[in-house]
């Protein structure tokens, strides 16, 4: 791994306060959480296996969640410097959704067809 990947790593998973000037290092840990929850979740989907709507709304309710969790009480960081929880909750949002499908599909059609 590259030291920019480990640095990176550092972060997502050690809290910090974090601050306006910080706000492009902050969005890319929030990016990366949520693409370790999406391959996680993904996994886990196509185990089960769910199917259909239900999973998706799950994965989006839970990913969201789990995202405002870790902004508010891990990172403690305020929303409104970084442009309100609607645009952290953004971040990163549609490249999570499509490696959780990604995983849901490839996992839940190699255990369960």
């Given at each position: 791994m590259?030291?920019?990947t480990k640095a990176l790593l550092k972060q997502v998973f050690s809290p910090k306060s974090w601050t306006e000037e910080e706000?492009?290092?902050f969005l890319d840990v929030i990016y990366w959480f949520r693409q370790i929850i999406a391959l996680?979740?993904?996994i886990?989907?196509?185990i089960v296996p769910?199917?259909?709507s239900f999973g998706l709304l799950l994965y989006v309710a839970g990913s969201s969640l789990?995202?405002?969790v870790y902004v508010s009480k891990f990172h403690t960081a305020n929303e409104e410097e970084f442009g309100g929880i609607q645009?952290?909750?953004k971040e990163g949002f549609m490249?999570?959704?499509a490696t959780f499908m990604v995983m849901w599909i490839v996992i839940n059609t190699g255990l369960h067809s």
């Open positions: 590259g030291s920019d706000k492009d290092d996680i979740i993904g886990i989907w196509g769910l199917h259909g789990l995202t405002f645009e952290i909750l490249t999570a959704f």
